[in-house]
C-alpha cells in the first residue's frame, strides 16, 4: 500500500513545519511527514523551509543570522491567524523527541542548496544517532552531493535525492550514490519509471501531490509513498 507523507505536516490546515502541524498529520493518520531543516547562526538545526524567516512567520531576515533564542521568538502560525496561541519555529531535536511517542516515519530534508550550511549532515545524523531514529528517518536534499556525503557518514540511514525535471532511469544514478528511494516532482514522475524504479528496489516518494487525478494514479499504480499537503484527503482517495 502507497504510504502518505504530510508534506511540512498538515500545511494545508496548519501553519507549514510546526510541531501543531506534525502532530495534526500524526491525528490525521499520515503515516509519515515531510520537513526542512536549516542552522541558526550558532548551529542549531532548526525546522523552517524558506532561508529567510518573512514568509512563514512574524520576522524578516535569514534563518542563518538568527540566533536559536532569537528564531524561537518568531511565530510561525502568523499567516493562519486563526490559531489562537503562537507557534514556534521547532528544533529538529523537538520533533525527534516527539516521535518517540508515535511510530511516525520522518522525511528530513536538507535545506543546503543556498547555503551550504557547514557542519549540517554530521549535526542531523548525530540527533538521529541521539534518538535512535535510524530506521525511521530518510533524508533528502537538491544538494546531491549532501546526501552523498550523508551516506558516507552512516549507510544504515535512507538517503533520497530530489529532483523536479525528468531524469534518465532514476533508479540507476539513486544506486549509484548508494540512495534506497528517490523524490522528484510529480510531474517528472511519469508511470514508466515509477513501476521500474520499485522493479529495481528503489522507492519512489513524489511531491507534492494535492490533486486526486494525480493522488488516484499514484495509488493506482502502486507508487511507495505520496507526499502531500493534505493527509486527510490523500487518506480518503486511498482508503476509496
Known sequence: MTLVFAHRGYSQAYPENTM???KEAALAGAHGLELDVQLTK???LVVIHDEKVDRT???KGFVKDFTFKEIRK????YKKKRLLQKEPIPSLEEVLEWMTTNQIICNI???NGVFPYKGMEEKVIDLIHTYKMKDR???SSFNHYSIVYCYRIDQEIETAPLFSEGLYMPWVYAQSIGAKSIHP???AAPNELVR???EYGIAVRPYTVNKEKDLQRFFAIGCSAVITDDPVKALQIRNR
Request: aromatic share 4%; net charge neutral; charged share 25%.
Open 20 to 22: 501543531k502541524a506534525f
Open 42 to 44: 550558532d548551529g542549531q
Open 57 to 59: 512567520t512574524n520576522g
Open 74 to 77: 518568531l511565530d510561525a502560525s
Open 109 to 111: 530534508e536538507l535545506k
Open 137 to 139: 528517518v530518510i533524508l
Open 185 to 187: 516532482r510529480h510531474t
Open 196 to 198: 521500474a524504479s520499485i
